[in-house]
């Protein structure tokens, strides 16, 4: 898992992916900073009752207060855990997916815990 642009352009232009458009990005800016990557943990996972296994890296985020966290062991471990990756400047598919993550957080009430522990 890097932390990289899955897509990059050396011009403005839009995403051949979902069509946003692309920014010049600062090699300083947050979440394209450089680092080394903990060695991924390998889970077992259940889905649609079916057992895969998949390895989480242990990398370090930040959450939406600034605080560091490590991916798997402050976020994942022994949790059941649903993620959703947005762009916040997206204007096609992620308002939606935001907005029914935001529906089904209301409706599990609270049996839906916070992040960060």
């Known amino acids: 898992m890097s932390d990289a642009p899955d897509v990059k352009s050396k011009s403005k232009g839009k995403c051949p992916k979902c069509g946003m458009d692309l920014r010049v990005v600062d090699q300083g800016e947050a979440g394209v900073t450089s680092h080394e990557v903990d060695t ?66 209301k409706e599990l009430g609270d049996k839906v815990g916070r992040c960060g522990r």
């Not at 895969?52 to 991916?71: A, T, W, Y």
């Open 40 to 105: 991924p943990t390998a889970i077992e996972v259940s889905m649609s009752g079916q057992t895969s296994k998949m390895n989480i890296p242990d990398i370090e985020v930040l959450d939406q207060n600034g605080r560091k966290l490590h991916f798997y062991t402050d976020l994942v471990k022994g949790q059941t855990v649903v993620i959703n990756f947005i762009f916040t400047t997206c204007t096609t598919i992620c308002p939606p997916l935001g907005a029914t993550f935001a529906r089904v957080q």
